[in-house]
Structure formats: C-alpha cells, structure tokens
Nanobody, 116 residues
Framework: VPLVESGGGLVQAGGSLRLSCVASGSIGSFDVMGWYRQAPGKSRDLVATVTSRGTTNYADAVKGRFTISRDNAKNTVSLQMNSLKSEDTAVYYC???????????WGQGTQVTVSS
C-alpha cells in the first residue's frame, strides 16, 4: 500500500482533528503531497497540497482553518484541521504526485464526520 492515512473520526463542530499519511517509500523533492476529500454524492476535491520546499496551497473553504505539513525524513504528510464544520464531513484521501513523471498514488481514505 503506497499511502496509509489515519486520524479520522467523529468530532463536534468547532473541534479539531489531525490526519496523518505515511508513504511506503521515500518522499522525494519531485513529490507534491496533498489531501483531497469526497463527500457523498460529490466529486473528490482538493483540500491542500505541499511541495518539498514547503510551498502550500489550500482550497478557499479551508483557508485559515486547516494546515498541511510534511516531514520528508519520516515520509509523512499531515493535515491539522481546526474549527471544523459540518460541511467538512467527507472521506479524506492522501495523494502523492510526482512532478517528474506525473504518476499519482492514493491512500485508501479516512472518514471525517463533523456533527453539528
């Protein structure tokens, strides 16, 4: 399994969760790591990405509430989610994309449920 997510669960609105993703191999300088989410009946959408240099990109819906980070030495990427809202409820997926080959890898997903 190339990527394994953890940290999902049930939380009340306004609460926090931290998702983690561990890659089976080394995360290289050409790899962009990201988090995506998919709510029932909806498409899989970008949440946040981070490059090897630490450049981040966030969806407007999560700016100021979520923080993505990566630890290349530990082959991990994390997503700190604060001030959660019911609309954040979704399955969250970790993605690894090589800017060199274009190849993508996905985790199996972790469920995040925010109760209002």
């Amino acid at each position: 399994v190339p990527l394994v997510e953890s940290g999902g669960g049930l939380v009340q609105a306004g609460g926090s969760l931290r998702l983690s993703c561990v890659a089976s191999g080394s995360i290289g300088s050409f790899d962009v790591m990201g988090w995506y989410r998919q709510a029932p009946g909806k498409s899989r959408d970008l949440v946040a990405t981070v490059t090897s240099r630490g450049t981040t990109n966030y969806a407007d819906a999560v700016k100021g509430r979520f923080t993505i980070s990566r630890d290349n030495a530990k082959n991990t990427v994390s997503l700190q989610m604060n001030s959660l809202k019911s609309e954040d409820t979704a399955v969250y997926y970790c993605q690894r994309r090589s800017t060199l080959s274009g190849r993508e890898a996905w985790g199996q997903g972790t469920q995040v449920t925010v109760s209002s």
